[in-house]
């Protein structure tokens, strides 16, 4: 079936380095693919998507890419800050409903 | 936009009781998600309704797990009886339909512990 393998965390870099990470899919299909993040005691808030191939999604200085080739999502960003600190949940929907993976934690520190 | 409300934020409740989660969609959305979340299997998709008929329920553990949606502008998730297991936290999210695509807005979660 469908789903979304994405890289174990936590992942713990300082304020303003370079951050990737790595989300791959298994789908039949041409799904949408989502990231999402989850901040302390929240719900998870919708970050970007892309709907089809080499779409790139941006959104608050993070991007990914949908590469159908290497069937991958990654997602980037040039230069953390603190306020980024969450978990970041890659997703794919081939129909109504959205598959998740299970989230990577990401803390940043000052 | 109130958004997405889920009530209680927080349950505790005793194993063997009963426990009755709820959730008011974002008016005009027609899609319901009822989501489980744990650090051991992260998020899961329980079931979910289009226009207040549930279309897909294999997500449900067994049977003390039930859910309704009598009205477009309310659910519940009921467990009865509740177990230790099934301590975790409850997400509800609505969407405009046909927009899995992205159109998902979540509640905060309910935190349920069972003891």
């Known amino acids: 079936g469908d789903s979304v393998t994405q890289m174990e965390g936590p992942v713990t870099l300082s304020e303003e380095a370079f951050l990737t990470i790595n989300c791959t899919y298994t789908a039949t299909g041409y799904p949408s693919l989502f990231w999402y993040v989850q901040y302390p005691g929240e719900g998870l808030q919708l970050l970007l998507k892309a709907t089809k191939a080499d779409d790139k999604g941006s959104n608050k200085g993070f991007e990914a890419t949908y590469r159908k080739e290497t069937t991958s999502f990654h997602l980037e960003k040039g230069s953390v800050q603190v306020s980024d600190s969450a978990v970041y949940f890659c997703a794919l929907s081939p129909n109504d409903k959205i598959i998740f993976g299970k989230g990577t934690r990401l803390h940043i520190l000052p | 936009d109130a958004g997405v409300i889920q009530s209680p934020r927080h349950e505790v409740t005793e194993m063997g009781q009963e426990v009755t989660l709820r959730c008011k969609p974002i008016s005009g959305h027609n899609s319901l998600f009822w989501y489980r979340q744990t650090m051991m299997r992260g998020l899961e998709l329980l079931i979910y309704?289009?226009?207040?008929?549930?279309?897909?329920d294999s997500g449900m553990p067994e049977d003390r797990f039930s859910a309704k949606m009598p009205n477009a502008s309310f659910s519940t998730l009921k467990i009865q009886p509740s177990e230790p297991r099934d301590s975790a936290v409850y997400f509800c999210a609505s969407s405009p339909r046909g927009q899995g695509i992205g159109g998902y807005t979540f509640g905060s979660g309910t935190r349920l512990t069972v003891v």
């Open positions: 309704f289009n226009n207040n008929v549930p279309i897909d």
